[in-house]
């Protein structure tokens, strides 16, 4: 069910009896930037250098049921790529381009071909000194924003630092994520369509006020467990909360439920700033999508970290762990390397679902007084 909590969106959930406690006042309401306020800074587009041709490998045929996933070498190190192909060597499918088939051998080789590629552009290009152009939204998008900005999901997901709406360069974006399926990307480049986007509609794409069109599925429910399955793997436990009155669903005299909120994130594109660097912290797919589909600049809610640690509390794990990859190097891995496929290697992995198990125990025992 959807519940009122915005983009926390409930897709089951399950109750236990536990003791309740009060809950939290709503966090301040962040706030908006307006178009004086967004930072605007003017840059010369960039061009790819000339670079050592890369072998041509067999095309990826895909059969079906199964998704190309795409990975951004150069950046990734030669022994995390090797455990990631033999992760998912049991899951590729013989005999497709992919390599599934390959030998440690070839993954190494086609890892170095793509590294030194990769440090060919480096050299040349770095990544610009002050920051990538952000202009101010248009005026089709502010009347979108200012409804996105006053849905309730915006004040739980965005209350950790200050935030701004800007239109962020796709082509500057730092990518924190070596692999992307492109499958997806395909997928929203259909749903964009050919035709001209309006800023309204993009706005829609990337500031969705709706829940994602996603099934979460209970696949079976013991004593002290519930597993579930959906095809997006973002499915996840969003939190645990005592609720408001009782939910009578069990025997004898209910007196506090507790609720496992089960579902998906805020499926919102955003942008962490991080002194002159933009990194991509959500909505990949739909990004590239849009940057093979010819779109320069895109609507997102721009966290704005002053600190490192303000970025661990907003970005991956990947990212606050590997501050080196992404800021002190003078050429991080950017979006628009998924596009360069000397750069990338192709994996036909079948189709994936995501499973969620969530276990819970009750432990009792007397308190003083």
Partial sequence: MICENGFAFEANAIFVQVESRPMLPPPPKPPIASADSAPVVFVEPLSL??????????????????????HLMGTTGLADFLAFAREFADLTVPGTGAVGGSTPMDLSEAWREAADIYQAVAIAEAYPEELPGVFPLPDGMKAHCEAFLGTPHVQREFDQVPVAFGMVPLAHLIVALPRINMTTVAAHGQAIGAGTITDLALAQLCLPLQAPSHALQLLEQRGDSATFA??????????????????????????????????????????????????????????????????????AVIQVCRHWDHVGLVGGADLYNNKAAYIACERPPLLRDFLDRRLCVSFAVPRLRRYLRIRYEIETGYLAG
């Avoid at 041709?53 to 795409?70: F, G, N, S």
């Avoid at 499915?235 to 069990?250: N, S, T």
């Avoid at 089960?262 to 912290?281: D, E, K, M, S």
């Fill in 49 to 70: 250098p000339p670079t050592p041709p890369r072998a041509q490998t067999a095309a990826l045929v895909l059969p079906e049921r199964c998704d190309e996933i795409l």
């Fill in 230 to 299: 959906s095809d997006n793997h973002d499915a996840r436990l969003l939190q645990a909360r005592a609720l408001e009155g009782v939910v009578p669903i069990g025997r004898g005299h209910v007196a506090q439920t507790l609720a496992l909120e089960i579902g998906f994130p805020g499926n919102v594109l955003t942008v962490v700033r991080y002194q002159n660097r933009l990194i991509l912290n959500n909505g990949y797919h739909r990004a590239l999508a849009l940057l093979k589909r010819g779109v320069t600049h895109v609507p």
